[in-house]
């Protein structure tokens, strides 16, 4: 194959397949060198393909391929396209063909199909005409790959942006990937990574060396004012005092600058500092910005999610602190002598902290949606990173219109307010539980408390005594017991538990015409069996496991404390006992069993 040149300033990285039908005199740019066709063949013959088809798995990064057609016989040319397009996936390249007039009726159907960018007659190809489709074709494809590497850095922001995200910390090695990321996709000459007390960290694109130079730089730069409301400041004055200081250091020429500075809330963590020229200025278009400022807004909702994360953390545990005292006071407070006393001091107090307890915790339930919106959010942008690397336009295009629905829909800016909220109302809530147990455990103390034997039935008659005033003629009444039943155990624990009992009985039928209460004593092999029974309402099935947790009450305020039947349970599984409930609308019953006494 003879070498054929064209004219080209700048020079032109091309290639071609075939002849050209002019002389070498007329030409003056080598086109990249091929395999040449064998001597007197007017086609490459099978072997010759062969080696064609190795150079063109070479030529990713070829602008622009001529292909001349020389006669009739087209399915060497066509297959070497074929070669090109579907087996290598080359898509890039631009194909410019000249075919005689019946080889290029053949071909019009397969444009597509070969992505043929220009298809002339081979009677058009002369030189001048060969150059400006060569030309026009290089700035198409350095256009295309403009586009393509501008894509390829925002797939990678966004791919970084999505696994930032998935992880707990934003920690250092964040901040240098996001800085570097940044830099390629404004094209950044230089880009200063500076800590929030005004120290340089890194230059970028690494790697460069932290100078004195540049830290007057980054002084100067953050002298600027950058209100609270704008994500990023930009500086297109080319006579600026810091953009003339920066190309001095750099020594090139650069145009404008950009700040962006990190938040976290109130707080700015980080600036990065970049310097453009003119070129990348011309590339910086609002699409860019927008990215950047978006870029810039989700980093500071991971670091505000990361820090509101940590203080509900630290508040979690602080309640479950609270809570673990709250059980310790419950302990003592059936071992007191004054629990009675104590319950009606600490009437309400139970709600006090039920209530700031509880809506801490359903503070959860919306976080959970926030995350689980977030999560859908990333993972519509995982897929529209994986559609933008496969070359899918049309999913993609779905995938960014529902990702601009669903962001607008979730209305992010309420999101990380009502956050915030949360997190108010938590600490405002872990202060008032504070509070509370301060106050309970000043009312509570431990005592010693004896363990004897004594008779069941005249400790239950004595807490029947202490509660007639409860059981009026109303409610009627049924009390079957044997004359003496003997326990380990102490009296007055086991009283409390029956006062207790018969209180919730009589709090159950407070509202039925024809209410009815009974208490039953009797003996089960070498246990005692004590069943309390009334025809209330009963007991809810969804609250039945609770009844028996710490501060857990139906009642209203004041009128319970909610450590009743936890310390009922306390005390029989002290006295080596058990105790269950049964409850259905009309027959609510306590059942407790304990041991009989040796003697």
Same mark, same amino acid.
Not at 342 to 351: D, T
């Given at each position: 194959m003879s070498e054929h040149k064209l004219s080209f300033s700048p020079s032109i990285p091309?290639?071609?397949?075939?002849?050209?039908?002019?002389?070498?005199?007329?030409?003056?740019?080598?086109?990249?060198?091929?395999?040449?066709?064998?001597?007197?063949?007017?086609?490459?013959?099978?072997?010759?393909?062969?080696?064609?088809?190795?150079?063109?798995?070479?030529?990713?990064?070829?602008?622009?391929l001529v292909v001349v057609f020389p006669g009739q016989d087209v399915d060497t040319e066509t297959e070497l396209l074929q070669y090109l397009r579907q087996n290598l996936k080359n898509?890039?390249?631009?194909?410019?063909?000249?075919?005689?007039?019946?080889?290029?009726?053949?071909?019009?159907?397969?444009?597509?199909?070969?992505?043929?960018?220009?298809?002339?007659?081979?009677?058009?190809?002369?030189?001048?005409?060969?150059?400006?489709?060569?030309?026009?074709?290089?700035?198409?494809?350095?256009?295309?790959?403009?586009?393509?590497?501008r894509r390829n850095h925002e797939?990678?922001?966004?791919?970084?942006?999505?696994?930032?995200?998935?992880?707990?910390?934003?920690?250092?090695?964040?901040?240098?990937? $996001?800085? #570097?990321?940044? &830099?390629? %996709?404004?094209?950044?000459?230089?880009? *200063? @990574?500076?800590?929030?007390?005004?120290e340089l960290q890194a230059v970028y694109p690494a790697p460069q060396g932290i100078s004195p130079a540049w830290q007057d730089i980054a002084d100067h730069?953050?002298?600027?004012?950058?209100?609270?409301?704008?994500?990023?400041?930009?500086?297109?004055?080319?006579?600026?005092?810091?953009?003339?200081?920066?190309?001095a250091i750099h020594c090139s020429a650069l145009s404008a600058s950009i700040i962006f500075p990190l938040r976290c809330y109130e707080h700015k963590s980080h600036y990065f500092i970049a310097f453009l020229n003119e070129a990348a200025i011309s590339q910086l278009d609002v699409s860019r910005l927008s990215l950047l400022e978006k870029t810039v807004e989700q980093v500071r909702t991971q670091l505000e999610r990361q820090v509101s994360e940590e203080? $509900?953390? #630290?508040?979690? &545990?602080? %309640?479950?602190?609270?809570?673990?005292? *709250? @059980?310790?006071?419950?302990?003592?407070?059936?071992?007191?002598?004054?629990?009675?006393?104590?319950?009606?001091?600490?009437?309400?107090?139970?709600?006090e902290i039920n209530n700031p307890v509880s809506f801490i915790l359903s503070n959860f339930e919306p976080l959970d949606e926030y995350i689980q919106t977030m999560s859908h959010m990333l993972k519509l942008h995982e897929e529209f990173t994986h559609a933008m690397v496969l070359g899918d336009d049309v999913i993609g295009n779905q995938l960014r219109q529902q990702i601009s629905e669903e962001r607008e829909a979730a209305d992010l800016e309420f999101m990380l307010e009502d956050i915030y909220a949360l997190v108010n109302d938590s600490r405002k809530g872990l202060k008032r539980v504070s509070e509370i147990v301060t106050n309970l455990r000043t009312f509570s103390r431990r005592d010693n408390l004896d363990s004897s034997q004594f008779d069941l039935s005249e400790c239950i008659h004595s807490a029947i005594g202490l509660m007639k005033y409860q059981l009026h003629a109303d409610i009627d009444t049924h009390i079957e017991m044997p004359e003496k039943a003997l326990i380990e155990g102490n009296s007055g624990l086991i009283?409390?538990?029956?006062?207790?009992?018969?209180?919730?009985?009589?709090?159950?039928?407070?509202?039925?015409?024809?209410?009815?209460?009974?208490?039953?004593?009797?003996?089960?092999?070498?246990?005692?069996?004590?069943?309390?029974?009334?025809?209330?309402?009963?007991?809810?099935?969804?609250?039945?496991?609770?009844?028996?947790?710490?501060?857990?009450?139906?009642?209203?305020?004041?009128?319970?404390?909610?450590?009743?039947?936890?310390?009922?349970?306390?005390?029989?599984?002290?006295?080596?006992?058990?105790?269950?409930?049964?409850?259905?609308?009309?027959?609510?019953?306590?059942?407790?069993?304990?041991p009989m006494s040796a003697g």
């Open positions: 091309w290639a071609l397949i075939g002849s050209l039908p002019f002389t070498g005199d007329e030409q003056s740019a080598a086109p990249v060198p091929v395999p040449a066709v064998p001597p007197g063949a007017d086609i490459w013959p099978a072997e010759g393909n062969k080696g064609l088809k190795k150079w063109l798995k070479k030529q990713w990064e070829l602008p622009v898509q890039n390249t631009r194909l410019i063909c000249f075919a005689p007039e019946a080889v290029r009726a053949q071909l019009l159907p397969d444009l597509w199909r070969f992505k043929i960018h220009h298809l002339h007659l081979l009677s058009d190809l002369t030189p001048e005409f060969l150059s400006g489709l060569i030309m026009r074709e290089w700035h198409e494809f350095n256009a295309f790959e403009n586009q393509r590497q797939l990678e922001l966004l791919t970084f942006l999505a696994r930032m995200n998935r992880e707990a910390d934003f920690s250092s090695a964040h901040v240098s990937d $996001l800085a #570097a990321l940044m &830099q390629a %996709l404004i094209q950044a000459d230089v880009l *200063l @990574h500076v800590s929030k007390a005004g730069a953050l002298q600027s004012n950058i209100p609270d409301d704008r994500p990023l400041l930009l500086n297109l004055d080319k006579n600026h005092p810091l953009h003339h200081a920066a190309a203080r $509900l953390k #630290a508040q979690y &545990q602080r %309640l479950q602190n609270t809570l673990s005292k *709250l @059980h310790e006071t419950q302990e003592q407070l059936y071992h007191s002598e004054k629990l009675s006393a104590v319950g009606q001091l600490a009437a309400g107090i139970a709600h009283g409390q538990v029956v006062v207790n009992l018969i209180q919730n009985a009589v709090h159950a039928v407070e509202h039925i015409k024809q209410p009815e209460f009974s208490l039953c004593l009797f003996a089960d092999g070498t246990n005692w069996i004590l069943e309390i029974r009334d025809n209330g309402e009963g007991i809810a099935p969804e609250i039945k496991d609770k009844i028996f947790d710490p501060f857990f009450t139906t009642k209203e305020i004041g009128k319970g404390t909610g450590l009743g039947l936890s310390t009922v349970y306390s005390i029989i599984q002290r006295h080596k006992g058990q105790i269950q409930v049964s409850s259905e609308p009309g027959n609510t019953c306590f059942r407790i069993s304990l």
